[in-house]
Each structure stands twice: as structure tokens, then as C-alpha cells.
């Protein structure tokens, strides 16, 4: 069940979200209208430096959900805290990009949803075992 989760909804939406963080960390011309509000032709360089930063948390993320996999259940509760700071930080920033300026932008909403399921999910199977 968890590998199953980490397949279908965690690893596909870290790798969206790494790619739409780090197109922004690199200035990519045609992703510019799905981050920081839609609003920039060329992205600051601090806020290019801050996307760098969130590319390696989901890099972190990923590699993260994917040892939860193998710990034994029940986890520690450091872990299901982590798990659960995760779970909200993903639902916050869903929130966020649901009520951006940019219509193109609200779509992101949708793997960060998925991360915080996936994340949810995964903490919930681990309660059950």
C-alpha cells in the first residue's frame, strides 16, 4: 500500500512541483506565468535564489516519502510529526496557489494537493499496521 501511494500520488507531484520550483530558479521564459503570481517577465534574483531553496526541499520531500516506505510501522512520533508539518505546509500551499492573481497558477494547486494526500495517506496506513 505505501509504494503504491509514493507511485501514484507523491512521486508524480514532487517531480511536477520540483519542475515548476526549479523552472523558476533558472528564469525559465514560458513557466514565468505559473509562479510568483503570474507577474513577472524576469524573475529577481533573490527570488530565484528562494525557488533554488524550495527545489531542494522537494528534492528532500521526495527522498524523504520514499524512506517512510521502508520504515517499520508504528513510526516514532518525531516522524509523524514531520509528516504531519508536511501534510499542513502542502495544504497551505495549496491554498495559496488556489486563490492566485494567476489562472495558470491555480492548476498548482493540484500536486500540492496530491503531495498532501499522498503525505496524509502514508501517515494513516502507518497508524493502521
Known sequence: MKRQIFNILLFPALVINFYLVFSGALNIKSMLPRIA??????????????????????IWQLLYANR???????????TDRTVGFLIVLSVLSALVNAISRSPVERWNAIPALMVALGFYLLRRSSKQN
Open 37 to 58: 503570481g503570474g507577474g513577472f517577465e524576469s524573475l529577481p534574483s533573490g527570488l530565484r535564489l528562494i525557488y533554488l531553496g524550495l527545489s531542494m526541499f522537494m
Open 68 to 78: 517512510l516506505i521502508n520504515l517499520p510501522t508504528p513510526w516514532g512520533s518525531r
